[in-house]
């Protein structure tokens, strides 16, 4: 028995139960939203993580993953994820809940040496996931507060030149002395 191949064939069971687990994270109503529209127009953050866990899904079960394809189906979701205002255990806890939904696909084939071996590089996989959608969520955390410093920055001299307290914007580095009025 070749547990790729049943995986393979599960999958969009498989892919459905996950897509349920990390909606499940949002409110009740975004959650239905967001699994009712299948329109990628009129639902793209549900679109995005359908499409993205189907793209993982298939990296995971690998033997070995395209570490290019993980990164671009993680990062769809951890994009996402980081714009919301989830904890990071919960942003990134979608990674854990494969695990236990594929484990449950072969629990039966369990004793077979190949499995147990095929499980043990299932969960090598999960915690490069786990490992990969860190960096990449505080990568989008960083950059998510490094927009809203400069919007604030940006504010803040709007004001000062609407005021008269300054003429123009000052240049980085600049002392505001050297261009107040």
Known sequence: MNPQT???????????????????????????????KSDP?????????YRCLNELFDEVIKSEMD???????????VRI?????????VAIGFIFTIKPTISKRVKKYRED????????????NIECLLRRSFDLYMQCRQKVFE????????????????K????????????LEDITT
């Open 6 to 36: 049943l995986l393979s064939e599960k999958r969009k069971e498989i892919v459905g139960k996950w897509f349920d687990e990390v909606i499940g994270a949002y409110p009740e109503d975004g959650a239905k939203f967001f699994k009712e």
């Open 81 to 89: 994820q980081s714009l919301q205002e989830f904890m990071p255990s």
């Open 147 to 162: 927009f809203r410093a400069n919007q604030s920055r940006d504010r803040v001299r709007q004001l000062l030149i609407k």
């Open 113 to 124: 040496k190949e499995v147990e071996k095929y499980l043990t590089a299932l969960d090598a």
């Open 67 to 77: 570490q290019a394809a993980v990164d671009n189906a993680l990062d769809g979701i």
């Open 164 to 175: 008269g307290y300054i003429k123009e914007l000052p240049e980085k580095g600049e002392n």
């Open 41 to 49: 127009f009129a639902n793209p953050v549900g679109n995005t993580l």
